[in-house]
């Protein structure tokens, strides 16, 4: 197993720890050696619950904290309340971290008795410059372990693995607003949009994929290995339906397959992943 001990020693001496929490990987194994270290009483798992957080996602996250031990605090988030999120600049993750860890410091802290909040940023996502939410996590003194003791993302993986999490092996799923294109508002609307397609295409067999909203257009990103099967029928035509139920009214295939950071990158720089 790799070596977590640089996790335990940084939340050494801490009584009760938060983790905003999302059932991600990442978040998952922090939450899971914080358990390890300070005893699953002593780690409240939280959940910023917001209309970008798809409804699967949040119901997974709860079966993770389950299977780890940790209970779960929900925090109902307003980020759709800030201006400068709904513009949705290359900065809105800064705005979106922001308004939760806030929630978290007015709401959860002296409510649990908490002496620190937690995040799972791992290393590679400390090198990328489309993460801005890194900077409201400094901001509101929230601490990274994972980050901080070197783990990078295959670690993480690895590390989840080895402890059995059932996300050990779950896709990246960032936010709903991740498919809006930089400038055009974040809506209600279109998350709702965006959560529907995706929700069916995973109930056609696709688990890892993205959904962009362009307008009336839904440009649908699969794994290079899911393009052969798409574009066949009947699977064509059941994937046409079912994004168009959503609201859509043209569906596209991106040919250059799942792109992380595929709309913030190019406003900031390259990815060091």
Request: hydrophobic share 50%; with cysteine; aromatic share 4%.
């Amino acid at each position: 197993m790799i070596d977590t001990a640089g996790v335990t020693a940084r939340l050494a001496g801490i009584g009760r720890l938060g983790v905003a929490f999302s059932g991600g990987v990442d978040s998952s194994v922090l939450l899971a050696l914080a358990a390890r270290a300070l005893g699953p009483g002593r780690v409240v798992a939280i959940l910023g619950v917001s209309p970008s957080l798809a409804a699967a996602e949040r119901a997974a996250a709860h079966e993770v904290a389950r299977h780890i031990g940790v209970a779960v605090v929900e925090v109902a988030t307003h980020e759709g309340d800030r201006a400068a999120y709904r513009a949705n600049g290359p900065d809105r993750c800064f705005h979106c971290k922001d308004e939760l860890f806030t929630r978290i410091g007015d709401e959860v802290v002296a409510a649990h008795g908490l002496d620190a909040i937690a995040y799972g940023e791992n290393a590679d996502d400390a090198r990328r410059p489309d993460r801005p939410g890194s900077r409201a996590a400094v901001a509101h003194r929230v601490l990274r372990p994972l980050a901080d003791a070197g783990l990078d993302k295959a670690a993480v993986r690895a590390i989840a693995r080895d402890l059995a999490l059932p996300c050990a092996d779950k896709p990246a799923a960032p936010c709903l607003a991740s498919r809006i294109p930089h400038f055009a508002d974040v809506t209600p609307a279109k998350l709702g949009q965006i959560e529907l397609a995706e929700a069916a295409l995973r109930r056609l067999g696709f688990a890892e994929l993205r959904v962009r909203h362009h307008g009336e257009v839904a440009r649908i990103e699969l794994p290079a290995g899911d393009l052969p099967r798409a574009v066949a029928e009947p699977l064509r035509g059941e994937i046409r339906a079912a994004v168009l139920a959503a609201g859509f009214r043209f569906v596209t295939l991106d040919l250059s397959g799942v792109q992380s950071g595929a709309f913030t990158l190019p406003l900031v720089g390259p990815a060091h992943a």
